[in-house]
């Protein structure tokens, strides 16, 4: 008697495994197109042309004005020379044979510190423009992060775009990077 149940209960679960095989082969089928359309026949549904990103970004380019350009010019202008006054001093304190360790040490971490500053700066710019906006620029604290873009780049998605490649560069929360447009 078990020989027979066993055997019974086991063609059952055959059947149904082929059944499911089955079921899923004639559910996964894709229907023969060729036949009933033409192909490279194409017919334009909307007269509207949606450009490219690269073709908007040229486009922004030419928008900007003369006073935004030179803004963001003397933005990093005055940005890259106060930091290079800062690497000056830390260069010089290290040049120094009677300086005390611990002063050497202070320079060195803080060379170390403005190093990483000026490379996440250049990342967060960097992926601001990769993601379309025409021009930026970031100033990153401990703490906080300012972001300056073009007014003419801002759109409904934009403050989130700006707030994520901050915080995905350096670990300041969304509540402190502030976005300030030009």
């Not at 359309?37 to 990103?53: D, H, L, R």
């Not at 990093?76 to 611990?102: F, G, H, P, Q, W």
Request: proline share 2%; aromatic share 4%; charged share 25%.
């Amino acid at each position: 008697m078990k020989v027979k149940r066993k055997h019974v209960v086991l063609a059952g679960l055959v059947l149904a495994l082929g059944t499911a095989v089955y079921v899923n082969w004639n559910l996964s089928q894709t229907p023969d197109l060729s036949s009933k359309k033409e192909f490279g026949k194409a017919t334009y549904v909307n007269s509207n042309i949606i450009a490219t990103s690269d073709e908007i970004s040229h486009k922004n380019k030419d928008i900007l004005s003369d006073e935004q350009k030179n803004y963001f010019a003397n933005a990093r202008l005055n940005r890259d020379k106060i930091y290079d006054e800062t690497r000056a001093v830390a260069m010089e304190a290290l040049s120094m044979t009677d300086s005390d360790e611990d002063i050497k040490e202070s320079a060195l971490n803080q060379l170390s510190k403005l190093e990483e500053t000026l490379l996440n700066q250049n990342s967060v710019e960097n992926i601001l423009m990769a993601k379309g906006f025409t021009d930026c620029v970031c100033t990153l604290s401990d703490t906080a992060a300012t972001v300056i873009v073009p007014e003419i780049n801002m759109n409904d998605n934009s403050l989130l775009i700006i707030k994520d490649a901050v915080s995905n560069v350096c670990t300041i929360p969304f509540e402190n990077i502030s976005v300030v447009t030009v």
